[in-house]
């Protein structure tokens, strides 16, 4: 099976992170897409950043019934730091059958060449790169990597809405309703849970 690694705090998971996993998941060179969930970096202030198992569970509950759309938590039992090239090891030995790729925004392509062992990546993975809604550059303006690389793949149908997690984050704490925003089960998931409020944060 040929698998797309969406990586993402998911912070929480919002509708347009599903447009995105739900558009990539027809892609003729993908079956599947497993949105990975970031864990904590234990050596980093926490802000407003939910535990890992809580936005496990959004992820889970924002895919529902979505059968082509799967939550990854593999970065949870890996050491830390955790850098991408050792998310990808990891998962070719364990899933050998499988075929990954990647699935990034415009922006971290820009940033790509100061990943660790991003030769390595590239060299073995495809990629597949969706512009984001805030940046309109041409694509060749990108200069530290080769975009002719059979690797890389720009995929510029992608419909993209201009909402952030950190957006959502401050409405919720607002009192703000952000259901049209996220899927309803998430929505009721963060309302039961009483996520993102201000008295959460004040204790963080």
């Known amino acids: 099976m040929r698998i797309g690694l969406y990586f993402g ?3 929480p998971i919002h509708v347009g992170h599903l447009i995105i996993a739900n558009h990539m998941a027809q892609h003729p060179q993908i079956d599947q897409i497993w949105l990975v969930v970031t864990p904590q970096n234990p050596h980093k202030e926490k802000n407003s950043l939910l535990a890992d198992h809580l936005r496990l569970d959004m992820v889970r509950e924002a895919i529902y019934e979505h059968p082509h759309l799967h939550a990854s938590d593999i970065e949870f039992k890996l050491p830390k730091p955790n850098y991408t090239i050792s998310t990808l090891t990891h998962l070719i030995e ?3 059958m499988h075929e990954f790729s990647l699935l990034i925004g415009e922006d971290n392509l820009r940033t790509f060449h100061k990943w660790y062992n991003w030769e390595q990546i590239l060299s073995k993975h495809k990629i597949f790169v969706y512009p984001r809604a805030s940046q309109s550059d041409v694509p060749s303006k990108v200069e530290a990597l080769n975009l002719e690389h059979p690797h890389i793949h720009w995929i510029n149908d992608v419909p993209i809405l201009g909402v952030s997690a950190s957006q959502i984050r401050a409405r919720l704490a607002a009192g ?4 049209f925003l996220l899927t309803e089960r998430v929505f009721k998931y963060i309302q039961n849970g009483g996520l993102y409020r201000k008295t959460e944060h004040s204790k963080q």
Request: glycine fraction near 0%; charge should be positive.
């Open 9 to 11: 705090t998911f912070n």
């Open 94 to 96: 364990k899933y050998p």
């Open 176 to 179: 703000k309703d952000c259901s």
